[in-house]
Structures are given as C-alpha cells and as structure tokens.
C-alpha cells in the first residue's frame, strides 16, 4: 500500500518521532545532542516554528512543533539531512541515520497539547535515563528543565505551554509539575503514538463507549483527535491537495511560476535571480517564494537552489511574500489565461 501524503497547513500541531535506522542510535554523547540542537533550534527560529515539547533519547526523539512559515516536512528535512552529515563526518561512518520516514501526527490541540507535554518530557525518565522527576528536572536533553527554569533553549517557547497551568509562572510550574508526576504514575500512552482508530478517539476506554453507543466515528492514522476534528482536517487536507493538483495539471512548475511571477512584475528572470534589493524586485522575489511553497508546495530547497539563496533566505521570504500578496494578485498570477 502506498504510503499517505503528509498532513499540514499553517498553525497546525505535529507531534514528530525520528528513529534511528534499524533503532540504532542517533546520539552517541553530549556533543552528538548539542550538535543536534543547535542545528535545530537555528531552523526552528528562522523558520518561525514554535516548538512546545521536545525531548531526545539514545536511538530516538520526541517533539511537539507548530507549523510556522515553512511546511514541517521542509524543516524536518534541513533539521535530519544536515545533522546525518554532521554525524556521519564526525563518527567515520556512511549511509543513512534516520529511518526513512519520521513520524508525523497532527494533533487537536485543546484535547491533548497538555498531555503530550507530559508525555514526550516524561521519555527520559520512562527510558531510565534519570531516576526519578528531580533529576529529569535537570536533564538537559529534555524540554522539561526548560519548562521548569533550569536551563534556557530561546527556542522553545515555555511560556505558551505554562500559561496552560497558570497565569503566574510560579503557580504555573507547580500546577505543571503536580500534572507530570500524575503522568509519572501512569505508565506508557499508546493512544498518543498509535495508529488508526484507537489514537484518534482518545483511548480504548473512549472506544469502547463510542462502540457501545453505536456512534459511527471517523478516523486518520495521521491524525490525533475527536472525530469531527479528523473530518475538517481531512477535508481541508482534500481541499490542498485538490487545488494543488490543479495548479499542477495546468503546468504551473516552478518554471512556469518564475516566468508568470516575472510577467506580473514587469521584470527579466535575470533581475529576479540577481539577489537585488531594490523594492519591487525584493516583492517579487517574496511573492515567488510564498506562492510557490504555500500554493503549489514546492520544496523551499528548490526555490533557494532556483534563486540562488539559502533556503532560510526563502522562509523568511514566505512570510513577506503572504503579507505583500492581495488575493487579486495571486488569481492574476495562477490563472489560465497566463
């Protein structure tokens, strides 16, 4: 069966999993993870994404990351590719890391932001890597002693999750170290991590009662959340993707699109290329960068390589470009008359 398409949009909440190849392990020391770490939290920052959660373990790691200006695939790919080459130069090896496909779920937020909070900070001390909550309170490798003061990551953004415990950071820490101790108690959750049915309603307990009532539910293994949260995600999702194919069946590559951007703006494709910062070909440049990823979903990387800038130059011009670009001017730019 081939695999689904991954699910995402602006805003939306994915709880990621990176595994090593074969489970063998992906940080081998201290250098290993602050290496991983910096790469990621430089990406994160230039690509806008809020990350809530996070914690890494010797063969694998958790994270809970907002969709910012670049779609996750894209930072997920600069975050692995660039870290595998790091490791693979450090360590003499060849060959891939990372099993070829992390895991992506997109989550309903209000239902379980707060529990997979705990459950991804909870990793280290259900791997045995700390001994009890005092030491994970001071494990450095975890999101949690961020959460509780210990140490600073300016990338992880503690005061969105608190503000889920309290409305004073001292009330706050102690309503959400009462909740991760609770969890503490709890043992594994494998309705946060599963797949299929028994993750999207909630739980086996959740099942049982839907099934015993003879409600009909619906269900995504990509998707974490009640059922009428999975319908409008996967509508949405049918709605992208139909419009991209459109785009796609109409020839509008990234070719195409430069040639149309260039038509629209009045310029040569040699301006738009030329790294020139006069105005309207920095706008055209923005707006290239935001149609193309957001409308067509092309890869950043591509655009960056056609451009010939860095793929952070074009997640910031994601951004720009959104703001710059009237709804006019994109149906003049996409449409079939071009």
Not at 110 to 122: G, M, N, P, Q
Not at 187 to 197: A, H, I, N, S, T
Not at 235 to 259: M, Y
């Amino acid at each position: 069966m081939p695999r689904q398409s991954r699910i995402d949009a602006p805003g939306a909440l994915h709880h990621i999993i990176i595994r090593g190849i074969e489970r063998r392990v992906i940080f081998r020391d201290d250098e290993d993870r602050e290496s991983f770490l910096d790469r990621l939290g430089g990406i994160l920052l230039e690509s806008a994404t809020p990350c809530y959660s996070w914690s890494l373990l010797g063969n694998h790691g958790h994270f809970l990351f907002r969709t910012g200006d670049d779609p996750i695939a894209h930072v997920m790919r600069r975050v692995l590719t660039g870290y595998a080459v790091t490791f693979n130069r450090r360590h003499h090896r060849h060959g891939h890391l990372f099993q070829n496909r992390y895991k992506s779920i997109l989550c309903e937020e209000d239902a379980y932001l707060k529990e997979l909070v705990r459950y991804i900070h909870l990793n280290p001390l259900r791997a045995g890597l700390v001994k009890n909550l005092v030491d994970l309170g001071q494990y450095p490798y975890s999101g949690h002693c961020v959460l509780m003061g210990k140490k600073k990551r300016e990338w992880q953004d503690r005061n969105y999750v608190l503000r889920y415990f309290g409305t004073t950071e001292r009330h706050a820490k102690h309503n959400y170290l009462s909740f991760v101790a609770e969890g503490a108690e709890g043992g594994r959750k494998p309705e946060l991590v599963g797949g299929g049915l028994l993750r999207s309603v909630g739980g086996w307990k959740r099942l049982k009662e839907l099934r015993s009532s003879g409600e009909k539910v619906r269900a995504d293994e990509r998707i974490l959340g009640g059922s009428e949260f999975v319908e409008r995600i996967l509508k949405e999702s049918d709605e992208d993707w139909e419009r991209k194919s459109l785009l796609r069946q109409r020839g509008i590559d990234l070719q195409q699109l430069v040639e149309r951007i260039c038509g629209h703006f009045g310029l040569e494709i040699e301006d738009l290329k030329s790294g020139s910062k006069v105005s309207s070909i920095a706008k055209a440049r923005a707006v290239l960068c935001y149609v193309g990823a957001r409308q067509l979903g092309l890869p950043s990387v591509s655009i960056a390589k056609e451009l010939g800038v860095s793929p952070s130059a074009v997640s910031r011009a994601i951004l720009r470009g959104q703001k710059l670009l009237g709804q006019k001017d994109m149906e003049a730019i996409l449409s079939e008359s071009q």
